[in-house]
């Protein structure tokens, strides 16, 4: 019989579910987090409850918020079980799950962050972390430079006492500190994008500038905002996640988290009114979190989006099935090894090629489930920060993209919204409706597609890149996407 998650059931739960080893009434919030989705559950969560197994640092527990729809329906998700989470690692025949207990409460989702602003006034909330997608920090995404004219920018400029956007949230917050001559806290970014720490800085600054320019001097001045490197990759949760969690272990989760067993967190160390003791528990501190960041955003996250568009454009649904199809598979190795990691900078203590063996026996496990509409989604911020700055790379050493613009007509292609067997999808996407037009209107003219330049920015501008794309993109379409990635294999273009 399976039993419900939540704190009175623990003794009950079956013996082959791990649960926390300490006691709820211990624990005392130091974590505000932004973005409580899967990703965060399986990673940062996991982390704390490794550290208060251990017996160390109760005082650095989490207490979750958030400002979207999405995250009111996670907080209703939570509350029946008292915020705790079942985690499976998926290990091919050796899935382990565990019950973390790190988060002890949940901000209420309003119309807007005045909750989460109150809830900071909390002096003992001495960080707030952040996992808000790589589109959520109001970039340029061609220059990744902030943009002041963002809507959630110019709103919350405007609306300082009931900010809807996370970075209005965060300087109302640092006001009030700062007013209540309290201590700021640490601001945390656990997101994709480079240099991470620095452009949530430029976000909550460059919101000051638009407010009050001592607020903006005070923050610049006086709030840390630390770098880091986060990888696990977890999948969508679906029906199919909670009737496996029934099933193999025999636990009813509302909201489980299904994921692959590695997991890393290289963050800088920058905490100046403290942090929790992170290194106990598998966290590299290190002033170079630069390096590798860049290594894993250029590797990994590039070739999430290598395999991502072929597969979809193939009718393949898994990532493990799209590993093991020669050519997509194919492609991968040969975009990696010829034109990716030859111009990402070395890391300390890491081989490169070392690494990308791992990252694709990662994408491989097929007990993972990820899949290639969760890798797809989201390209107009995505390729911006995981493909486009290794084109950029090669075409200032004068290298070849031959590969990297054949990914970029990919992606295009499968902005068009069909298989090549000609069934339709839903590009999911915030900028959708005009990716959709643009290249549909590339079948005929593939410079519709590359005068997207808050996308595509000066790389547009190559002749090299834009013959490249033009070939890749017409044999996409004249021939398909299974006889282009043969021709691209085989050497030709």
């Known amino acids: 019989m399976s039993q419900s998650l939540n704190l009175a059931n623990l003794a009950n739960l079956p013996s082959g579910v791990a649960k926390p080893r300490y006691g709820r009434e211990t624990l005392k919030a130091g974590i505000l987090h932004i973005g409580v989705g899967n990703f965060h559950r399986a990673h ?9 197994n251990a017996g160390k640092d109760r005082d650095w527990a989490l207490i979750g918020a958030g400002i979207r729809a999405g995250d ?15 985690v499976v690692e998926l290990e091919p025949g050796a899935n382990i799950a565990r019950v973390t207990g790190a988060m002890v409460g949940f901000v209420p989702v309003n119309d807007d962050g005045s909750a989460i602003v109150d809830a900071l006034d909390d002096p003992a909330l001495r960080i707030v972390s952040l996992t808000v997608t790589e589109g959520g920090y109001c970039i340029d995404p061609a220059t990744g430079s902030f943009n002041p004219e963002h809507p959630d920018i110019v709103h919350d400029a405007a609306h300082m006492h009931a900010p809807k956007g996370v970075f209005g949230v965060l300087l109302a917050a640092l006001k009030r500190r700062r007013d209540n001559g309290q201590a700021p806290f640490t601001v945390m970014s656990c997101d994709n994008i480079p240099h991470n720490g620095q452009v949530a800085r430029d976000a909550v600054a460059g919101l000051a500038d638009l407010v009050d320019p001592a607020l903006a001097a005070y923050v610049r001045e006086r709030v840390a905002f630390p770098s880091s490197m986060v990888d696990r990759i977890t999948p969508a949760t679906t029906d199919r996640e909670r009737a496996m969690l029934v ?3 025999g636990v009813k989760d509302n909201w489980p988290v299904f994921c692959e067993p590695f997991r890393q967190w290289v963050l800088e160390d920058n905490f100046p009114t403290g942090r929790p003791a992170l290194e106990n528990v598998g966290v590299t ?21 290598t395999i991502a568009y072929p597969a979809g454009l193939l009718g393949i649904h898994f990532v493990h099935d799209a590993m093991a199809d020669p050519l997509v ?3 991968l190795d040969k975009l990696e090894t010829e034109e990716i990691i030859p111009c990402v900078p070395p890391v300390p203590g890491v081989d490169l090629r070392e690494y990308y063996q791992l990252i694709a026996r990662r994408f491989a496990n097929p007990d993972v489930g990820d899949t290639i509409p969760r890798l797809a989604q989201d390209g107009s911020n995505r390729q911006p920060k995981f493909i486009l700055p290794s084109t950029r790379d090669r075409l200032q050493a004068g290298a070849d993209v031959t590969g990297l613009a054949l ?12 298989t090549d067997t000609g069934e339709p999808f839903k590009l999911d996407d915030p900028n959708a409706g005009r990716l959709t037009s643009a290249a549909l209107a590339a079948k005929d003219n593939p410079s519709s597609f ?6 595509f920015g000066d790389v547009a501008d190559a002749p090299q890149f834009r013959s490249r794309f033009e070939t890749s993109l ?19 273009t």
């Open 72 to 86: 009111r329906t996670m907080r209703e998700a939570l509350e029946p079980q008292d915020w705790l989470t079942t």
């Open 450 to 455: 590359l005068d997207l330049r808050d996308i």
């Open 247 to 249: 099933e193999r272990f």
């Open 285 to 305: 501190f290190t002033p170079d979190v630069a390096a590798f960041e860049l290594m894993k955003l250029r590797i990994l996250n590039g070739g999430h989006a």
């Open 407 to 418: 990914e970029s007509a990919l992606w295009c292609r499968y902005c068009a919204g069909t």
């Open 329 to 331: 598979r194919g492609f």
């Open 44 to 52: 940062q969560a996991v982390y704390l409850d490794d550290l208060f």
């Open 474 to 492: 017409n044999s996409l379409w004249r021939d398909g996407t299974r006889a282009t990635l043969q021709r691209y294999l085989s050497g030709g």
